[in-house]
């Protein structure tokens, strides 16, 4: 699913209303009837509803809704902010049809009491819309404040008042517990600053014409279930174990043997043939007691690691959890970016150790994934001001050293060479547990291995260990879930998009 701008999103509009043909009233009339629809399926009507419109097409949107609810037999009292003196045409028209209807309207001007808002209701916002480039303030600001110190359950109209789609916004911003966005979803929504914001969001489609849909170019995306889907690849009667690659982890040190557990056991159940544990000599015997399925090498070193195997017999190479930073670790990382032919999964440790030399950055093999978490991310590249400046800098890095960054979170986004980033849409926040990034370190090494190419290990290996993580705590709840939990559920996450391929 494409991320488009806001600029994009008027042309989009623009060009239905041209195109279909619709008059603009009526594709306003059919957002509302979208907008109508899901607050019925989510709210009851026993909560009276307050509507804030402005002046804009975002106020007639919000006018548009409140005669619909009004119809559905909501309780419905509407409060139109006069913050201007030239309202939009569509606003003018969706009030000219309010006035037949016995819904309570209030205009509100600067200087007014702000309305008092009762705990059981529900306050709609729509007062300004993708369209603001500028903050909001004086009077419009403080009514903003009211509304979100008040108890009431808060929902937005296509996204809330104040927030900007595309870039930082230091306006004042309604605090949504709820956002019913339109068509697609807005770049801001993807920002962890934004959470309070936006809320719990969802898209719903009105009809945009699929023409401009197709034709618009972005860099910005989000993975769905039918896009990952395709990624699958069947496998076929006479495959063997061979057919699906050997994949080498590099993983382990004296005390965090856990980390190369976990990593070279979801390699193995993301479908690679072979899998060898390149570790410490303190961890052979618990590996092999605990993962019988995976063969070990052993370092030299009893308690850490000081060189890398032979590389020749290995499709993909994963590196990095538990390795710790040792000066003869960061010698042995140097020797594997020299010798290996293939690109590597980096995670944790040798992510750290690069940035104590970044210089190591440039000599990645091409097309290498480094799955970095916000604080190794910025160890690496460096401190943003803010989430957007970060999400530039990723595509930046991504283009400078040819690779993919897997940056993780609550929608994980992966960065590609070619300046596409790529947002995940699974998971929860019940995996924010340890190892569950050694399990995704796994699952990209294992996808890669099979000989699914860098960015489709990234893409895929992100969306099934989210999906993975779904099933597992739907299962045993967030709370309770460890990083082993989605190891577990990986074949039911595999079946699940095979289901969906088919």
């Known amino acids: 699913m494409k991320i488009l701008s806001a600029q994009q999103i008027r042309e989009a509009d623009h060009y239905t209303i041209q195109q279909e043909p619709i008059a603009s009233e009526a594709l306003m009339e059919r957002a509302a009837m979208v907008f109508a629809d899901w607050f019925a399926e989510n709210f009851s009507h026993k909560h009276p509803v307050k509507i804030f419109c402005g ?8 006018l548009a809704v409140a005669r619909l609810l009004h119809h559905l037999k909501y309780q419905v009292e509407v409060f139109v902010v006069r913050y201007s003196p030239t309202p939009s045409k569509d606003f003018l028209f969706n009030e000219k049809r309010m006035k037949k209807l016995l819904v309570k309207i209030t205009d509100i001007h600067a200087g007014d009491k702000f309305p008092v808002i009762k705990p059981n209701e529900i306050i709609i916002d729509g007062l300004w819309g993708s369209g603001l480039n500028r903050p909001i303030e004086g009077y419009a600001s403080d009514l903003i404040q009211h509304l979100n110190i008040s108890p009431a359950i808060k929902v937005a109209i296509d996204i809330p008042s104040g927030l900007f789609a595309d870039t930082k916004s230091d306006s004042i911003k309604f605090n949504a517990h709820y956002t019913l966005t339109f068509e697609l979803p807005k770049l801001a929504f993807f920002f962890a600053e934004n959470q309070n914001t936006v809320g719990e969001w969802e898209v719903k489609s009105i009809g945009v014409h699929p023409v401009y849909l197709q034709a618009a170019k972005t860099d910005n995306y989000f993975l769905t279930r039918d896009f990952i889907g395709q990624l699958i690849r069947p496998r076929k009667k006479f495959d063997h174990k061979g057919t699906y690659g050997h994949a080498l982890i590099i993983s382990g040190s004296y005390g965090k043997m856990g980390a190369a557990i976990l990593c070279a056991e979801s390699c193995l159940r993301a479908g690679a043939g072979l899998v060898t544990a390149y570790i410490p000599k303190c961890g052979y015997e618990i590996l092999q007691s605990s993962f019988p399925e995976a063969m070990a090498l052993t370092d030299k070193q009893k308690d850490y690691l000081s060189a890398v195997p032979d590389l020749s017999p290995y499709k993909a190479i994963g590196v990095g959890p538990g390795i710790g930073t040792k000066a003869a670790t960061a010698k042995a990382l140097l020797q594997l970016i020299k010798k290996s032919s293939v690109p590597l999964v980096l995670d944790a440790d040798a992510l750290n150790l690069f940035s104590e030399n970044k210089k190591l950055l440039k000599q990645l093999p091409a097309n290498s994934i480094l799955t970095p978490h916000p604080k190794e991310f910025e160890r690496l590249f460096g401190k943003s001001k803010n989430e957007f400046e970060r999400h530039q800098l990723q595509k ?10 897997v940056l993780k979170g609550a929608y994980t986004a992966i960065a590609s060479p070619d300046g596409n980033i790529h947002f995940n849409s699974t998971g929860n926040t019940g995996m924010a547990t340890a190892g569950a990034g050694d399990v995704l370190t796994g699952i990209i090494t294992g996808l890669l291995s099979q000989g699914y190419s860098p960015l489709n290990s990234a893409l895929l290996g ?6 993975a993580g779904d099933i597992a705590a739907e299962q045993l709840s967030q709370p309770a879930l460890i990083a082993s939990d989605i190891t577990n ?3 039911a996450a595999f079946k699940s998009l095979s289901q969906t391929s088919n």
């Open 55 to 62: 002046i804009g097409n975002n106020g007639g949107d919000g």
């Open 396 to 405: 930046d890095v991504a283009k400078k050293y040819k690779v993919i960054i």
């Open 462 to 467: 992100v969306y099934l260990h989210g999906l």
């Open 489 to 491: 559920h990986l074949g």
